[in-house]
């Protein structure tokens, strides 16, 4: 079993490069984003609970995520490995996940880390909220405010994966092509 992270700040790639990897090397993606906006558009306890965060530019408290990602690795017993976009993204989540996948008997082969200048996130965030719909996207305070929480409480996990010597920086500009290209590159060497 191969797993994958995939890690950057918001609006580096990651559910862009996420679909190409996984067409590519058939991991099951498991985005977290995409499972709270899942739970939002179900109008649940859950997602109810995760927009008063997400609207803010806020992390959403860590048991929930965690727990969802638990119910998804259950759920996906045969899965030959999976991709994780946007998770973990706080100390504790990186922890609880060794946790699971210890009790699978696996564990992360590669972080895959996204390298992007800020003004870059901004700009792109700012271009697809003019189409994409989500709150968090259409107003540059909540877009600056997730990347002051992704440098606070995020970026910090990659010094957590550094210590087993698994984090691989790529350069996060340039045209998506070039970009899959060199993360291909990477996890071509590990697999
Ligand atoms: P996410 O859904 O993870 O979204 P993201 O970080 O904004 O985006 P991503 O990096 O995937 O960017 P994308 O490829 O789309 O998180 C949303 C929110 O959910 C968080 O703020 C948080 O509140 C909550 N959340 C999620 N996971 C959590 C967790 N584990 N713990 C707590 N809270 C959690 O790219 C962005 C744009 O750039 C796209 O429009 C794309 O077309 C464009 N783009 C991509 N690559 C490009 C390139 N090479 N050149 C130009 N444009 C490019």
Do not use: W
């Amino acid at each position: 079993m191969f797993n994958l992270i995939l890690f950057g700040p918001p609006g580096s790639g990651k559910g862009t490069q996420s679909e190409k990897l996984m067409a590519r090397y058939g991991l099951k993606h498991l985005s977290t984003g995409d499972l709270l906006r899942h739970e939002i558009s179900r109008q649940t306890a859950l997602g109810l609970e995760a927009k008063n965060f997400m609207d803010k530019g806020q992390l959403v408290p860590d048991e929930v995520v965690i727990g969802m990602i638990s119910s998804a690795l259950d759920e996906n017993p045969q899965a030959k490995g999976f991709l994780f976009d946007g998770f973990p993204r706080t100390s504790a989540q990186a922890e609880a996940l060794d946790r699971l996948l210890d009790l699978k008997k696996a564990s992360i082969g590669v972080m895959l880390a996204l390298d992007v200048s800020e003004e870059e996130l901004v700009k792109r965030l700012v271009k697809r909220g003019e189409t994409s719909g989500r709150s968090d996207d259409n107003n540059e305070q909540v877009i600056r405010a997730r990347i002051i929480e992704y440098r606070s409480k995020t970026a910090m996990v990659a010094d957590y994966y550094q210590q087993f010597e698994k984090v691989v920086m790529v350069k996060g500009e340039g045209t998506i092509d070039e970009i899959f290209d060199a993360l291909c590159a990477e996890i071509d060497k590990r697999i």
